[in-house]
């Protein structure tokens, strides 16, 4: 069974996605771990060392996600996540901007998948089955 | 029916308390010194023999406990994966146990840690790490090099369940003490330490008390139960809880300050007392322990008055006596420290004791307490909570030696309360204080093992 770290990042308090991401990864069968709202990237990692968490699944929906995410790619490193997959979604930048920027700069940034609000995450699931296969 | 005798084979002293089992009351207690390096009968029969002295007409011993601290109690380490998860849970079982730790290691055990854990005077090992079905790697790896130090400490693994066949076959063979019981912490930040205290309390009752030449006793007293620490936290709780119809006094504290130590047991759920405080962190224990080993009257006067710089001192101190300047309260300790059954002879030197008492509970209850912390976010201010939430404790009640002979001890037990230069603190506010003049706290906690509803009546009763 496949361990996920899901949470919602910073000082962000939406709580309703998270419930269904937790819900839809654990139809899917995943063993989900989630940290919930107002997660650190400390609370992440720690999470993630713990648990031997395949994927980090970050959610963020206030704008300041981009500020929030920044070297969390680093930081797993740094505490021996080398292989770990990030996922980010959400309402990540502040404003709207052009998706493909976004995508581009949050890959630039370390993580493997990057979704842009009201995506479906059934589809994220097929991704995460189709990364952890790979 | 008879008298019971509660026996506590402490560091310095042996206590030894009555109970009348017919009257259900307390008839007297009496101490001896501990005599742990001849024979430690010697103390307790001179400590019974006194007893006998002064209630002549106390009805025949039917029933003895004992519990111990003698011999510096229980010492143990604690390893873990992540130092705020596995190893903060690891720790917090040996706490619950009794026990006092002095090490805890977090990820891979390196050369220089087994090198500290082969020097440290040590008698049990917990061995944490990794959820269950989470990281085994790093559990097997410090198994492993525990294996290689050959350390001559039993083991106990509390780790991930997937490690623990692995561990099992790698320990099978050598004559390595090893037990396997549930994980200290199963999901994450999910605290479950109950089967490693029952093993712990095991181990202590047939290993430890040998190698410290209890053991002897128990030819007079019976099996010793439990180490002194963890009859104090049994007492707690029992006075918390209530028992059956007899009602319990609710959430509360105590303070038990020592020569060398000064634990803080706390009885209560510790959540959030507000909505917009969203809890962080390991789980807490609803019966938490913890013990500072940097404060304590005589043992750790040096090590208490470095955390102070003689300013803060003074605010301890009481101003009336000026019998110490900068440099005069630090040499102050270290006689204490050489002397450690000194008594305080003039005003001055009991004005230290207090000022020392003071800090003690200031500094431990800081420690102990949960806090907050405020988080901007676009919905306003919340607050994050690490800890317990213990605004709402009822009951602080003071015990150990100075809190129990000083005259006005509920003024050193205020230092417990909320303060304005520790905001962010959740401390009591408004608790009512209770000492334990008969100094009969551990003597409770071993007789609510057998009879708990009269424990619970003898300590409403002379809780004052």
């Known amino acids: 069974m496949h361990t996920v770290v899901i949470g919602v990042i910073g000082a962000d308090v939406h709580a309703v996605g998270n419930k269904i991401i937790e819900h839809v990864l654990t139809d899917h069968g995943f063993n989900v771990v989630n940290i919930g709202v107002l997660s650190s990237q400390e609370d992440f990692i720690n999470a993630a060392i713990e648990t031997d968490a395949d994927a980090m699944l970050v959610s963020s929906l206030y704008g300041h996600g981009e500020m929030d995410c920044k070297y969390l790619r680093e930081n797993c490193e740094e505490a021996g996540l080398e292989d770990i997959l990030l996922y980010v979604g959400g309402n990540i930048v502040v404003g709207k901007q052009d998706f493909n920027d976004v995508e581009q700069r949050f890959k630039k940034m370390g993580f493997n998948r990057v979704y842009p609000p009201g995506s479906d995450i059934e589809k994220a699931c097929e991704d995460l089955m189709e990364d952890l296969n790979k | ?464």
């Not at chain 2, 009512?432 to 409770?444: G, W």
């Open chain 2, 1 to 464: 029916m008879g008298t019971h005798l509660l026996v506590d084979f402490g560091s310095t002293y042996t206590k030894l308390t009555a109970v009348d089992l017919e009257k259900e009351t307390l008839i007297g207690v009496s101490k001896a010194m501990t005599t742990v390096k001849t024979d430690v009968n010697e103390g307790f029969d001179q400590a019974l023999e006194k007893l006998k002295n002064a209630h002549p007409d106390m009805p025949e011993i039917v029933q003895i406990s004992a519990c111990s601290s003698a011999a510096g109690g229980l010492k143990m380490a604690a390893i873990g994966l992540v130092e705020e998860l596995t190893a903060e849970a690891a720790k917090r079982a040996c706490l619950g146990a009794g026990a006092l730790v002095n090490h805890v290691f977090s990820h891979h055990l390196s050369k220089k840690e087994i090198k500290t854990l082969k020097n440290a005077d040590i008698d049990i090992i917990l061995l944490a790490g990794g959820t269950d079905g989470g990281n085994s790697e790093c559990i097997i790896h410090n198994a492993k090099k525990l294996k290689e130090a050959d350390l001559g400490v039993p083991v106990i693994v509390a780790g991930n369940k997937d490690a623990a066949d692995t561990i099992d076959e790698l320990y099978q063979d050598s004559n390595m003490e090893y037990y396997i019981v549930d994980n200290v912490m199963p999901k994450l930040k999910k605290l479950n330490v109950e089967d490693a205290k029952h093993i712990i309390r095991k181990i202590f009752i047939n290993k430890i008390i040998e190698g410290k030449g209890i053991k002897k006793a128990e030819q007079k007293t019976g099996e010793i139960i439990m180490p002194t620490p963890e009859a104090v936290l049994q007492a707690s709780e029992l006075l918390a809880r209530g028992h059956e119809e007899e009602e319990g006094l609710g959430e509360l504290m105590v303070i038990d300050i020592g020569g060398a130590t000064t634990d803080v047991h706390t009885i209560g759920e510790g959540t959030p007392k507000r909505t917009e405080v969203i809890l962080k962190g390991l789980q807490e224990p609803f019966a938490k322990r913890t013990v500072e080993g940097d404060l304590g009257m005589r043992y750790s006067a040096n090590a208490l008055v470095s955390l102070v710089s003689p300013f803060e001192f003074k605010k301890y101190y009481d101003t009336e006596h000026n019998g110490f300047n900068n440099d005069t309260f630090k040499e102050h300790a270290q006689k204490l420290h050489d002397n450690v059954d000194y008594l305080p002879d003039t005003s001055e030197d009991e004005a230290y004791d207090e000022a020392l008492a003071r800090i003690c509970t200031d500094y431990s209850v800081s420690r102990h307490v949960g806090s907050v912390e405020v988080v901007y976010t676009p919905l306003g201010n919340m607050y994050y909570q690490t800890g317990k939430d213990l605004t709402d404790v009822q009951y602080v009640i003071g015990t150990g030696g100075v809190l129990i002979n000083h005259p006005d001890a509920k003024r050193i037990l205020k230092e417990v309360e909320q303060k304005s230069n520790k905001k962010l603190e959740l401390r009591p506010i408004h608790s009512q204080f209770l000492i334990d003049k008969e100094y009969i706290m551990a003597a409770m906690g071993l007789l609510g093992q057998k009879n708990p509803r009269l424990a619970l009546k003898l300590l409403k009763r002379h809780l004052t």
